[in-house]
């Protein structure tokens, strides 16, 4: 599985045709087909080609709504 | 707009462009979701669907009242809406809730339904949070926008079996909570 490290995820972040990459607690799943990723934006308040470890914690969902999707890669520096 | 609204919104604390457009996104919710329950509650037939297609309707009815609760904060918070329903459309902070490829599978039906709901309530518990003694308009009508959407979740929920909703149904007059705001 490929390593991400946050620089290279950061890549990732949904904008001009880029794939929408997210990070939580270590893995890195692919969003892209989410409608409420587009633009690589979630709810105003998140970007896509970040770690959401610490957003996730205060969201009003938990994660199994983006264990929904496919798992990418691993995050390095977690 | 209301200029000293918000001046005291923003002093308490709270980024003003980032609520606007949080409740833009969740009135477009609002309005696509009419639209789509709409085509759901049509198709809501047969034995099983008949039972369902009343609380889909004053779940229809009462996303409508919030559409019609929320544009007024919006603008008073100097907010704008979308000029066009495609626009509405794609900027909504839930999913289309759309009919499922086989309409007659009950269970399915009721998933898109209470999936939908469960986004609502994500949302307005979010705008709750936001807002919790900073913007207490704001965080009156998303609260009572919340009470609403919660039942409907648990209508929804109910019928696929998750456990009773504890409540009954409406009885006349909808939006109980929201109505306030609608006068």
């Not at chain 1, 970007?47 to 798992?71: N, W």
């Not at chain 2, 709409?38 to 996303?63: F, M, P, Q, S, Y």
């Amino acid at each position: 599985m490929r390593k991400f490290t946050e620089k290279e995820l950061a890549q990732y972040d949904g904008k001009e045709g880029t794939r929408t990459y997210v990070a939580y607690k270590g893995k890195v799943y692919d969003v892209s087909q989410s409608f409420l990723w587009q633009d690589g934006r979630h709810q105003v308040l998140h970007t896509a080609g970040t770690d959401l470890t610490h957003a996730l914690a205060k969201a009003p969902h938990g994660p199994e709504l983006l264990k929904k999707f496919p798992v990418v890669g691993i995050l390095e520096d977690s | 707009m209301a200029k000293v609204t918000r001046e005291m919104v923003e002093k308490a604390g709270v980024n003003l462009d980032q609520l606007v457009e949080l409740l833009v996104k969740n009135a477009a919710a609002e309005l696509t979701t009419y639209y789509y329950y709409t085509i759901l509650r049509v198709n809501l037939i047969g034995l099983k669907g008949e039972g369902i297609k009343e609380i889909a309707e004053t779940a229809r009815i009462e996303d409508r009242n919030h559409f019609e609760a929320l544009v007024p904060r919006i603008y008073e918070l100097d907010g704008k809406l979308p000029e066009d329903m495609k626009a509405f459309h794609d900027i909504s902070a839930c999913p289309p809730a759309s009919l499922p490829e086989d309409p007659r599978d009950i269970q399915a039906m009721l998933t898109v339904l209470v999936e939908a709901e469960r986004c609502a309530v994500r949302g307005y518990t979010h705008l709750c949070n936001l807002t919790a003694g900073k913007d207490y308009r704001t965080y009156d009508l998303s609260q009572a926008i919340l009470n609403e959407e919660i039942e409907h979740e648990s209508w929804f929920s109910e019928f696929l079996g998750e456990g009773p909703s504890g409540h009954f149904l409406r009885r006349g007059e909808t939006s109980p909570f929201v109505s306030k705001f609608l006068r």
